[in-house]
C-alpha cells in the first residue's frame, strides 16, 4: 500500500501561512474597548486558499506557536490549534462545497460568517468549560466572564468576516493565473 505523500511546495506554503497567522496576532490595534486583530481572519483565508486540512493545519500551528510564545499550557495550545483548525476547516467545507469551488463570491462570505460563529462559538464553550469546570467558579460567574470576552469575540470575528473573503477576491485570480493553487492540490 502506497502512502500520499505532500508536496514540498505544499509543506512550505501551510508553513509559511502559519507563519503569517502567529505575526499578524501581535497585531493589535484598539476598538470599542477591545484589542482587534486580523488573525482570525488570515485562518479563514488559509482555509480557502489551502483547503480544509492543509488550511486547519495552518491555522491552528500559527494560532498555537502564538500561544506558547506567550507561555500557555499545552492544553490550551491544543484546544487553540483545534478550534482554529475547525474555523479553517468550516470555512473550507462551506466554499468549497458542490460545484462551487471557492468561485461563488456569496457562498464565500457565508463561509466566512460560519467560520468566524464557529471559532466564537468554541471559544465560548471553552471559557464556559475553564470557568466552571477548571476554576471552579459558580455558574453566575463563568456567565459573565463569557459575558464580557463575548463582545471583543464577535469583533474580531465581524473583522474577519470582512476581511478574509476580500483579501481570497483580490487574491485567488492571480494565483490562478501563476498556477500556483494547482500546485496546491
Not at 499545552?74 to 475547525?86: E, N, P, Y
Not at 471559544?123 to 467558579?137: A, D, E, N, P, S
Request: charge should be positive; glycine fraction near 12%; aromatic fraction near 12%.
Amino acid at each position: 500500500m502506497k502512502g500520499k505523500s505532500i508536496s514540498t511546495i505544499k509543506l512550505v506554503t501551510i508553513a509559511t501561512m502559519a507563519a503569517i497567522i502567529c505575526v499578524v496576532t501581535f497585531f493589535r490595534f484598539p476598538l470599542l474597548g477591545t484589542k482587534v486583530h486580523l488573525a482570525n481572519a488570515m485562518c479563514l483565508l488559509a482555509g480557502l486558499l489551502l483547503g480544509g486540512v492543509p488550511g486547519g493545519i495552518a491555522a491552528g500551528l500559527g494560532s498555537g506557536i502564538y500561544d506558547v510564545m506567550y507561555g500557555y499550557d499545552i492544553i490550551q495550545v491544543g484546544i487553540t490549534f483545534a478550534s482554529k483548525f475547525l474555523m479553517a476547516y468550516v470555512c473550507y467545507a462551506i466554499a468549497f462545497s458542490g460545484k462551487r469551488e471557492g468561485k461563488h463570491h456569496g457562498c464565500n462570505v457565508l463561509a466566512c460568517v460560519v467560520g468566524a460563529l464557529t471559532y466564537v462559538g468554541l471559544y465560548m464553550l471553552k471559557t464556559f468549560i475553564y470557568q466552571k469546570f477548571v476554576y471552579g467558579y459558580p455558574m453566575e460567574t463563568a456567565w459573565v466572564t463569557m459575558g464580557s470576552k463575548l463582545p471583543g469575540s464577535l469583533i474580531n470575528a465581524v473583522a474577519a468576516m470582512v476581511v478574509a473573503p476580500v483579501l481570497y477576491t483580490a487574491l485567488r485570480p492571480a494565483l490562478e493565473r501563476s498556477g500556483f493553487l494547482n500546485k496546491l492540490k
